[in-house]
């Protein structure tokens, strides 16, 4: 019996030095263990801007947008394009927000019957081993965006490269180029020949009137939706494909069979009216929708 006792006894004693222990152990391992720590506040300034510049009829316009922001574009018939620009900086504290607006920002350059809006910024790295070698690298990954909102001519032949953001298109029916990375690009359209070509996002082209005044469109999307939204009694000609995954989805009641395979959930060759313009939408994995549009 008293062997017995001594071996509880021992048990016991073992027990305690090992709770000691892992309690030591583990007390010193959360001192030893790095504090987290939050992100900093980011401090935000917004410089607004105003450029602007005349342009005859069928002059071009080029605009190069920031890697985030909107970029709006609306037709006039006045011979001058208008520009109106917000430019949002971010940054610790005010004198690097000093520095970063002397970097961030746009190149505002007229022509002959030629505007461009060209930005320039931290995310350019060609450019800024060529304007700012002794920029501090510490804030060249600091998020910034610029907002464009322009008129121009209703003639104008227009190129946009784009980001990330909104992208909105009016009353333009020149030729008209677009690629963006990764955008909401709404497009309402009378004529013109457009060429857009998106990543990801969402394409919408609005048709206002009965008969197109141009070639028609070209929109490519690699991942995403087109909506194609059409007035009845609309003339013209449409190809559509979804090349990997997805369907086509078509509740315009005024599109008709114009060639093999017709129309189907993967492939449409159709003709709404008398046909007239063309129109192509090609989307890799996603939806094309054709629809009425509505008021």
């Known amino acids: 019996m008293a062997k017995r006792k001594r071996v509880l006894l021992a048990s016991c004693i073992l027990s305690f030095i090992v709770a000691i222990l892992f309690s030591s152990s583990t007390s010193s391992g959360q001192k030893n263990k790095p504090a987290i720590t939050a992100p900093p506040v980011l401090l935000k300034r917004t410089i607004s801007r105003h450029e602007s510049a005349r ?12 890697p985030i922001g909107s970029v709006v574009v609306e037709g006039w018939q006045k011979n001058e394009v208008d520009l109106s620009a917000e430019i949002e ?27 461009s809006i060209l930005s320039a910024g931290t995310h350019d790295k060609d450019y800024m081993k060529l304007s700012f070698k002794d920029f501090p690298k510490r804030l060249l990954g600091l998020p910034w965006k610029a907002d464009f909102k322009l008129h121009v001519p209703a003639s104008s ?109 993967r492939v449409v060759r159709a003709r709404a009216g008398a046909g007239g313009a063309f129109f192509k939408f090609t989307v890799g994995e996603g939806t094309i929708n054709f629809s009425k549009r509505t008021e």
């Open 89 to 115: 900086l971010q940054a610790e504290n005010e004198a690097d927000l000093d520095k970063l607006a002397t970097v961030n920002g746009f190149v505002f350059d007229e022509d002959l019957n030629h505007v």
């Open 55 to 66: 342009l005859g009829f069928g002059g071009s316009v080029t605009i190069v947008g920031a």
């Open 157 to 265: 032949d227009i190129e946009i490269n784009a980001g990330h953001g909104p992208l909105t298109l009016s009353g333009v029916e020149g030729a008209i180029r677009i690629n963006a990375t990764e955008s909401e690009t709404t497009l309402t359209m009378t004529g013109g020949l457009v060429t857009a070509t998106v990543t990801a996002g969402r394409v919408r082209l609005v048709v206002p009137v009965r008969s197109w005044r141009g070639g028609g469109a070209d929109i490519r999307v690699a991942g995403g939706v087109v909506d194609v939204e059409l007035p009845p009694g609309f003339n013209g000609d449409f190809d559509a494909d979804i090349l990997r995954i997805g369907k086509i989805v078509n509740s315009y009641d005024g599109l008709e069979k114009r060639e093999k395979p017709g129309i189907t959930e």
